[in-house]
């Protein structure tokens, strides 16, 4: 049984920081893509940021460049999404993903294998 269990949000302040974790279990993916995406009500699902096999990172959604960091700890078998500079339009549920593909290219658009559960992140003014 496949399972990634995020966990780390909550309420935050203007200006504060949230750090989400994601935990697989039922196996690793230590040689598949994972990171992050969000959705916040009335917007599309954005795909964040992911981190390779390798550990090579990609930030895909400009808003959050230089704010949100992704890191794994490969020994816990763990991801996760340093929040910093939060924003009150960063609120929404943020999700955690496995062995995430381009499904189209021209816009690009995503989608994954596995799925975390999401957690809500609200960050007030």
């Known amino acids: 049984q496949v399972q990634l269990i995020e966990s780390g949000g909550g309420l935050v302040q203007a200006g504060g920081s949230l750090r989400l974790s994601c935990a697989p279990s039922g196996r690793t993916f230590t040689n598949d893509g994972m990171g992050w995406f969000r959705q916040a009500p009335g917007n599309e699902r954005e795909f964040l940021i992911a981190i390779g096999w390798s550990g090579s990172v990609t930030t895909y959604t400009d808003s959050v460049k230089g704010r949100f960091t992704i890191s794994r700890d490969t020994a816990k078998n763990t991801v996760y999404l340093q929040m910093n500079s939060l924003k009150p339009e960063d609120t929404a549920v943020y999700y955690c993903?496995?062995?995430?593909?381009?499904?189209?290219?021209?816009?690009?658009?995503?989608?994954?294998?596995?799925w975390g559960q999401g957690t809500q992140v609200t960050v007030s003014p």
């Open positions: 993903a496995a062995k995430i593909t381009r499904v189209t290219m021209n816009p690009p658009t995503y989608d994954a294998d596995y």
